[in-house]
């Protein structure tokens, strides 16, 4: 079964300290996502990567940044976390192209808060 | 730019009644449609999705959409609603621009009554 780990459900930092999300993925897809969801807004796009050491800007990265040194682990970092980053982070991958369709395979879900 | 728009925020279903979530987008292409839905402080789940051919798409756990282009949108039915289908619902566009990456919909959230 194909799966997406993210390493930790549930987190709780202060204010100022640096995060770090990481995700794990077992497909060998080429592409890797993060999104943030938080309530009536939906899930929007922070970062993305096409392939290794390489990243793209999506809707709301501020705040944000991203590594990517391996195919399968895709880490999103919050530098200095602020109370406003509160949310829960969504991983995803897919394969690249048209002919995949873009459907992506999400992981559970990192459930941060910033106090 | 793409954009799907989920007009139902919320939405209260009877066990066994009918269900229909509605979903506009916005694209200037031949879109790429997903229905993913969540339960409670899970990922996102793959319902369905349409690529191209036969405009009425069949998905898990009894769920169908249709695509229809006149109207720009892809509807997700189930003709009796079970309790364990509370949940959120999410509708979905993909853009192929270099890359791919899907634009969601803000959610509706189905609460089901007995």
């Known amino acids: 079964d194909v799966k997406v780990t993210q390493s930790s459900r549930y987190l709780v930092k202060r204010t100022g300290e640096k995060v770090f999300l990481e995700c794990v993925q077992d497909m060998d897809h080429e592409n890797m996502f993060w999104y943030r969801q938080d309530p009536g807004l939906g899930l929007r796009l922070i970062y993305f990567?096409?392939?290794?050491?390489?990243?793209e800007k999506g809707d709301i990265p501020e705040g944000y940044s991203v590594s990517r040194e391996k195919k399968e682990r895709f880490s999103l970092i919050l530098e200095s976390a602020s109370t406003n980053q509160t949310s829960m982070y969504l991983c995803?991958?897919?394969?690249?192209?048209?002919?995949?369709?873009?459907?992506?395979?999400f992981g559970e879900g990192s459930r941060l808060t910033v106090l | 730019a793409q954009s799907v728009t989920q007009p139902d925020i919320h939405i209260t279903v009877s066990e066994g009644a009918s269900l229909e979530l509605r979903c506009n987008y916005s694209y200037g292409a031949t879109p790429y449609l997903f229905w993913y839905v969540q339960s409670p402080g899970q990922g996102l789940q793959l319902l369905l999705k349409?690529?191209?051919?036969?405009?009425l798409v069949q998905g898990i756990k009894g769920f169908e959409a249709e695509f229809k282009r006149s109207q720009s949108s892809f509807n997700l039915r189930k003709p009796s609603v079970h309790w364990s289908d509370a949940a959120e619902y999410f509708c979905a566009v993909a853009l192929f621009s270099g890359y791919s990456t899907l634009t969601f919909g803000k959610g509706t959230m189905l609460l089901v009554s007995p």
């Open positions: 990567s096409y392939d290794v050491k390489m990243k």
């Open positions: 349409y690529f191209s051919g036969d405009t």
């Open positions: 995803a991958s897919s394969e690249p192209g048209q002919g995949a369709g873009g459907e992506l395979f």
